[in-house]
C-alpha cells in the first residue's frame, strides 16, 4: 500500500480512479438486495468492482477520508461527488503495477493510457468519457482529423464484455455508410486472446445531445426535429431486425449537423452469434423497458427501442438526468410530457409518449409510426376559413382527451365509494335488530343527513370532497320532554386526490324538548380510514372497521341504559 494511502483498500482505489477518469459529476449507489445494485457514473457507464460486499465499507471509507462527498437523493439513493483532494491523492499513488515483460498486462494491452501516447494512426488528448464496455478518448489524426476512440476496458478482456465489443466493431464496420449512425473511421481488431494488442475502434468527434441547448419550449421543435431523425434511422434498422437496445441522450450525437447513433454495445442482429445470458438485464436505469430487464436475449427488441427512445425525448424536453421510471401516463400530471415541457402544442405529443411507454408490447407504437407521429407534429397545419378546424387540432383532441379521462376517473371513484355504502347495509341490519330486541323501540336502516361534525374539513389548498353519503341507526327512548338516542352510523367520502374516506361509530345523544343538550352527545366508539380507491388498504380498513361496529355495539348499548338509569334517578 502506498504511503500516502494508510489503509485504503485496492477496490477504493479503483473505484475512485474510474470515477475521476470518467469526467463525470456524480457517483451513484444504492443496493436493492438479492445481489441487485446500482453503481454507475452519471449515465455514462457502470463502475467495475471485485467484492460486491464491500462496496459500502469503501465508499464509507473514502468519504471519511474527505476523497468523496456524499449526499442522498429524495428515493435513499447515495449520490457522491468528487472533492478537491481527490485529484491530489490519486496523483501521490505509485503507478498501477505492470506484469513482467513490459507495460503490458493479461487484460489486455496497457492498463493505462497516457495524453500524447500513439495510438495506430492516431495521438491521444484526454480522456472524455466511459460507457458501459469501454473508455473515450479524444485523438487527432497524422492528417490533423479529430476522432473519438473507444477502448475495451482492459478488466473485460477475455470476458463477455469483450465479445459485445468485437460486435460492436462488426455491426459498424457493416452498417459504415449508413446515414444516422455515427460512422466507423479506424479500429484495431486482435485475434481473441491476444493480450499484446489493444482492443479499440475511432468515430469521429461528434456533439452528444446532452450538450445541446434541447429543453424546454423555446427548444421543443428541434428536438423533436432532431428525435424524428434518429426514429427514421431506427425504423430502417428495425426493417433488417436489428436493435439498438441502449438508447438514451448520451449515445445521440450531431455529426456535422445530422443526428446520429452511437455507442451500439448492446447492439442486436441477424447472425450475430448469441451473447445475452438468461435472465439478463441489459439497457440503462429508467431508459430500459420492463422486457429487457429479464430474459432479455429472447426479446425481439423493436418495442423496448421505441420505449427508451420516448423516455430520452421527455428527459431532453424536461432538462432532468434521468427520467422517471415506468409508463409515463399523460393524467399523471408529474409525468405528463405537456407539463415538464409548456410549448403550445406539447398537448399533442402526450398521447405519443404515453403509448410508446407502456407496459404491453403490443400497444406501443412502431419506430416507423413513431418517427410518422413526430413528422406530422412537425408539420403546421395549414389554417382554413373552416369554423371546425380548430376543433380537429390535435392539441384539442389531447385536451378533451384528459378531460375525459378525470370525468371518468371521478365517476369510477365515486362508484367505489356507492359500493362501500352498499357493502355495510346487511351489517347495520343486523345492528338494528339487535338495537331494537335490546332497547324495545323501532329502529331502522336510513339515510343520515346531520353529521356535518363528521366531515372532511374544507381546508385551502386540501384535496377536496367530490362526493359524500352516509347510512344509519336511530333508536330514541324516553318521554316527550328528555329523550336519550343511540346513533349508529356510515359514512363515505370521495376525496379528489383519488382517495376513500370512510368513518363509522356509536354515539349516544341526550336531548330535551326536541333540542340537544350542551355537551349532549358522547361518542362511545368511532374510527376512520382514508386509503387510496381501490387499494389493498381500503378493502383491509373497510372489512376491520365493519367487524369493529359489530363488537362496540355492546358497549354503547350499556351507555345508553346507564345514562337512561341516570336520569330516571335524578327526577
Same mark, same amino acid.
Given at each position: 500500500?502506498?504511503?500516502?494511502?494508510?489503509?485504503?483498500?485496492?477496490?477504493?482505489?479503483?473505484?475512485?480512479?474510474?470515477?475521476?477518469?470518467?469526467?463525470?459529476?456524480?457517483?451513484?449507489? &444504492?443496493?436493492?438486495?438479492?445481489? &441487485?445494485?446500482?453503481?454507475?457514473?452519471?449515465?455514462?457507464?457502470?463502475?467495475?468492482?471485485?467484492?460486491?460486499?464491500?462496496?459500502?465499507?469503501?465508499?464509507?471509507?473514502?468519504?471519511?477520508?474527505?476523497?468523496?462527498?456524499?449526499?442522498?437523493?429524495?428515493?435513499?439513493?447515495?449520490?457522491?461527488?468528487?472533492?478537491?483532494?481527490?485529484?491530489?491523492?490519486?496523483?501521490?499513488?505509485?503507478?498501477?503495477?505492470?506484469?513482467?515483460?513490459?507495460?503490458?498486462?493479461?487484460?489486455?494491452?496497457?492498463?493505462?493510457?497516457?495524453?500524447?501516447?500513439?495510438?495506430?494512426?492516431?495521438?491521444?488528448?484526454?480522456?472524455?468519457?466511459?460507457?458501459?464496455?469501454?473508455?473515450?478518448?479524444?485523438?487527432?489524426?497524422?492528417?490533423?482529423?479529430?476522432?473519438?476512440?473507444?477502448?475495451?476496458?482492459?478488466?473485460?478482456?477475455?470476458?463477455?464484455?469483450?465479445?459485445?465489443?468485437?460486435?460492436?466493431?462488426?455491426?459498424?464496420?457493416?452498417?459504415?455508410?449508413?446515414?444516422?449512425?455515427?460512422?466507423?473511421?479506424?479500429?484495431?481488431?486482435?485475434?481473441?486472446?491476444?493480450?499484446?494488442?489493444?482492443?479499440?475502434?475511432?468515430?469521429?468527434?461528434?456533439?452528444?445531445?446532452?450538450?445541446?441547448?434541447?429543453?424546454?419550449?423555446?427548444?421543443?421543435?428541434?428536438?423533436?426535429?432532431?428525435?424524428?431523425?434518429?426514429?427514421?434511422?431506427?425504423?430502417?434498422?428495425?426493417?433488417?431486425?436489428?436493435?439498438?437496445?441502449?438508447?438514451?441522450?448520451?449515445?445521440?450525437?450531431?455529426?456535422?449537423?445530422?443526428?446520429?447513433?452511437?455507442?451500439?454495445?448492446?447492439?442486436?442482429?441477424?447472425?450475430?452469434?448469441?451473447?445475452?445470458?438468461?435472465?439478463?438485464?441489459?439497457?440503462?436505469?429508467?431508459?430500459?423497458?420492463?422486457?429487457?430487464?429479464?430474459?432479455?436475449?429472447?426479446?425481439?427488441?423493436?418495442?423496448?427501442?421505441?420505449?427508451?427512445?420516448?423516455?430520452?425525448?421527455?428527459?431532453?424536453?424536461?432538462?432532468?438526468?434521468?427520467?422517471?421510471?415506468?409508463?409515463?401516463?399523460?393524467?399523471?400530471?408529474?409525468? /405528463?410530457?405537456?407539463?415538464?415541457?409548456?410549448?403550445? /402544442?406539447?398537448?399533442?405529443?402526450?398521447?405519443?409518449?404515453?403509448?410508446?411507454?407502456?407496459?404491453?408490447?403490443?400497444?406501443?407504437?412502431?419506430?416507423?409510426?413513431?418517427?410518422?407521429?413526430?413528422?406530422?407534429?412537425?408539420?403546421?397545419?395549414?389554417?382554413?376559413?373552416?369554423?371546425?378546424?380548430?376543433?380537429?387540432?390535435?392539441?384539442?383532441?389531447?385536451?378533451?382527451?384528459?378531460?375525459?379521462?378525470?370525468?371518468?376517473?371521478?365517476?369510477?371513484?365515486?362508484?367505489?365509494?356507492?359500493?362501500?355504502?352498499?357493502?355495510?347495509?346487511?351489517?347495520?341490519?343486523?345492528?338494528?335488530?339487535?338495537?331494537?330486541?335490546?332497547?324495545?323501540?323501532?329502529?331502522?336502516?336510513?339515510?343520515?343527513?346531520?353529521?356535518?361534525?363528521?366531515?372532511?374539513?374544507?381546508?385551502?389548498?386540501?384535496? &377536496?370532497?367530490?362526493?359524500?353519503?352516509?347510512?344509519?341507526?336511530?333508536?330514541?327512548?324516553?318521554?316527550?320532554?328528555?329523550?336519550?338516542?343511540?346513533?349508529?352510523?356510515? &359514512?363515505?367520502?370521495?376525496?379528489?386526490?383519488?382517495?376513500?374516506?370512510?368513518?363509522?361509530?356509536?354515539?349516544?345523544?341526550?336531548?330535551?324538548?326536541?333540542?340537544?343538550?350542551?355537551?349532549?352527545?358522547?361518542?362511545?366508539? /368511532?374510527?376512520?380510514?382514508?386509503?387510496?380507491?381501490?387499494?389493498?388498504?381500503?378493502?383491509?380498513?373497510?372489512?376491520?372497521?365493519?367487524?369493529?361496529?359489530?363488537?362496540?355495539?355492546?358497549?354503547?348499548?350499556?351507555?345508553?341504559?346507564?345514562?337512561?338509569?341516570?336520569?330516571?334517578?335524578?327526577?
Amino acid at each position: 500500500m502506498d504511503r500516502h494511502s494508510p489503509n485504503v483498500t485496492e477496490q477504493a482505489i479503483s473505484i475512485l480512479r474510474q470515477f475521476a477518469e470518467s469526467g463525470g459529476h456524480s457517483l451513484i449507489y &444504492q443496493d436493492y438486495g438479492s445481489g &441487485q445494485i446500482v453503481f454507475q457514473v452519471d449515465n455514462i457507464g457502470a463502475i467495475t468492482f471485485t467484492e460486491g460486499e464491500f462496496i459500502q465499507d469503501d465508499l464509507d471509507q473514502l468519504a471519511s477520508l474527505d476523497l468523496l462527498r456524499l449526499e442522498h437523493g429524495s428515493d435513499g439513493m447515495q449520490i457522491y461527488h468528487i472533492t478537491r483532494r481527490t485529484k491530489p491523492f490519486l496523483a501521490s499513488l505509485s503507478p498501477t503495477p505492470t506484469k513482467a515483460g513490459g507495460d503490458r498486462d493479461k487484460s489486455g494491452g496497457q492498463s493505462r493510457l497516457l495524453s500524447g501516447e500513439r495510438v495506430g494512426e492516431w495521438v491521444l488528448h484526454e480522456s472524455i468519457g466511459q460507457g458501459g464496455n469501454g473508455f473515450v478518448w479524444s485523438a487527432t489524426g497524422l492528417g490533423g482529423e479529430r476522432a473519438a476512440i473507444k477502448f475495451l476496458k482492459p478488466e473485460y478482456f477475455g470476458q463477455q464484455r469483450e465479445k459485445r465489443f468485437r460486435d460492436e466493431i462488426e455491426f459498424l464496420r457493416r452498417e459504415n455508410g449508413r446515414t444516422g449512425i455515427l460512422p466507423l473511421i479506424d479500429y484495431n481488431l486482435p485475434s481473441p486472446g491476444n493480450p499484446d494488442q489493444r482492443l479499440w475502434f475511432a468515430t469521429p468527434l461528434a456533439i452528444c445531445f446532452t450538450g445541446l441547448k434541447l429543453a424546454n419550449a423555446e427548444n421543443l421543435e428541434k428536438l423533436v426535429e432532431y428525435t424524428r431523425d434518429v426514429a427514421q434511422t431506427l425504423a430502417k434498422l428495425h426493417a433488417e431486425r436489428k436493435w439498438h437496445r441502449d438508447l438514451k441522450p448520451e449515445n445521440l450525437f450531431m455529426l456535422n449537423g445530422v443526428p446520429v447513433i452511437g455507442d451500439f454495445g448492446l447492439v442486436d442482429f441477424p447472425d450475430k452469434e448469441p451473447n445475452t445470458r438468461a435472465s439478463e438485464h441489459v439497457g440503462s436505469r429508467n431508459y430500459t423497458a420492463p422486457e429487457l430487464e429479464g430474459d432479455a436475449g429472447d426479446v425481439l427488441a423493436g418495442p423496448a427501442d421505441v420505449y427508451s427512445l420516448a423516455k430520452t425525448l421527455w428527459t431532453l424536453a424536461s432538462g432532468k438526468a434521468h427520467p422517471p421510471p415506468g409508463h409515463l401516463r399523460m393524467d399523471t400530471e408529474e409525468l /405528463r410530457f405537456s407539463h415538464i415541457c409548456t410549448h403550445q /402544442r406539447a398537448l399533442s405529443l402526450d398521447h405519443l409518449i404515453e403509448r410508446s411507454t407502456t407496459h404491453s408490447l403490443t400497444n406501443r407504437p412502431t419506430m416507423e409510426s413513431f418517427a410518422s407521429e413526430l413528422s406530422a407534429w412537425l408539420t403546421q397545419p395549414t389554417k382554413t376559413d373552416s369554423p371546425t378546424s380548430a376543433a380537429l387540432s390535435p392539441d384539442h383532441k389531447a385536451l378533451f382527451e384528459m378531460e375525459r379521462r378525470t370525468r371518468l376517473a371521478k365517476e369510477q371513484l365515486i362508484q367505489s365509494a356507492s359500493v362501500i355504502i352498499s357493502f355495510y347495509q346487511p351489517v347495520l341490519q343486523e345492528i338494528a335488530q339487535a338495537i331494537q330486541s335490546a332497547v324495545l323501540v323501532e329502529a331502522h336502516v336510513g339515510k343520515v343527513f346531520h353529521l356535518e361534525h363528521e366531515k372532511l374539513p374544507a381546508l385551502f389548498q386540501a384535496p &377536496q370532497v367530490e362526493w359524500s353519503d352516509a347510512v344509519g341507526i336511530r333508536a330514541t327512548v324516553g318521554e316527550d320532554w328528555i329523550t336519550h338516542s343511540l346513533q349508529t352510523f356510515v &359514512q363515505v367520502e370521495a376525496i379528489e386526490d383519488d382517495s376513500i374516506r370512510v368513518v363509522a361509530g356509536h354515539f349516544v345523544e341526550k336531548m330535551a324538548r326536541g333540542e340537544r343538550l350542551f355537551r349532549g352527545v358522547e361518542t362511545m366508539w /368511532r374510527n376512520e380510514s382514508r386509503a387510496p380507491h381501490g387499494s389493498a388498504k381500503a378493502e383491509n380498513d373497510v372489512i376491520q372497521m365493519r367487524d369493529e361496529l359489530q363488537n362496540n355495539l355492546g358497549a354503547a348499548l350499556q351507555r345508553l341504559a346507564d345514562e337512561i338509569m341516570k336520569s330516571k334517578k335524578k327526577r
